[in-house]
């Protein structure tokens, strides 16, 4: 187990004490990046293949989990952040595994979620700062509002879920799965979805479609290949 945590702002090292206070149970090993625009740190055990931080350029990575693709390397970020400086944030597109990411790039912060939404990532705008974290309770620590988000419990009771983006928090926001953050200075933040599910074969959409029959022929095509 690890954890991602950080802020884009001015340098705080009380902030940052709070938010690892909150995440120790995580894991004891510690990397930290600090800047003048911000704080990027991982939290792991160093026995696991859990990710790390590098930085080149004026560029930094933060990487916490596995990928499965590409496969480790022992220059595996310093790989990765040149194919961000090569190409921008795009690249995740080829990312597999279950991770969560976060790149300092100026006063430009990325934060990134895996696919399948395996690994978790919050976020809040507290004191000017956008602040995340791997949990939504060291967000709490950090100064962020407890206020419950009613329909963020309502759908937790009813589907065992909150709605995309939304926590049980009012003033917490998740990143969605497959989804990348942009955070400029002190402009909004803004996510944008890199993954969606494809099918090979076009999905039949049309007006009197008999949708229990599709249904029905898919899942028995399925559980057939099965």
């Not at 004490?17 to 004891?28: E, I, M, N, T």
């Not at 690249?91 to 300092?104: D, K, N, P």
């Not at 309770?137 to 329909?151: H, T």
Request: aromatic share 8%; net charge neutral.
């Amino acid at each position: 187990m690890s954890a991602l945590f950080g802020f884009i702002g001015p340098p705080d090292d009380d902030l940052m004490l709070r938010l690892k206070s909150a995440l120790q149970h995580r894991g004891s090993g510690l990397a930290t990046h600090v800047c003048g625009q911000g704080s990027i740190a991982v939290l792991g055990g160093p026995e696991q293949d859990t990710g790390g931080i590098h930085s080149e350029g004026g560029l930094s990575i933060a990487l916490c989990g596995r990928l499965a693709w590409p496969p480790p390397s022992p220059d595996r970020l310093a790989k990765l952040l040149r194919r961000y400086a090569e190409g921008g944030i795009d690249f995740v597109r080829t990312l597999s595994g279950s991770f969560t990411m976060a790149i300092l790039d100026g006063e430009m912060l990325y934060l990134v979620r895996d696919s399948g939404g395996r690994a978790s990532l919050s976020y809040a705008r507290i004191d000017g700062r956008l602040i995340f974290a791997s949990e939504p309770r060291a967000l709490l620590e950090a100064g962020a509002p407890n206020r419950i988000c009613l329909e963020g419990v309502y759908s937790y009771f009813c589907w065992g879920l909150s709605p995309s983006g939304s926590s049980l928090r009012r003033d917490v926001r998740s990143l969605p799965s497959g989804s990348f953050l942009v955070q400029r200075g002190m402009h909004d933040p803004r996510t944008e979805r890199y993954f969606s599910p494809q099918s090979d074969e076009p999905f039949p959409i049309a007006a009197g479609c008999d949708w229990p029959g599709v249904f029905e022929s898919l899942l028995r095509s399925s559980l057939k290949e099965c």
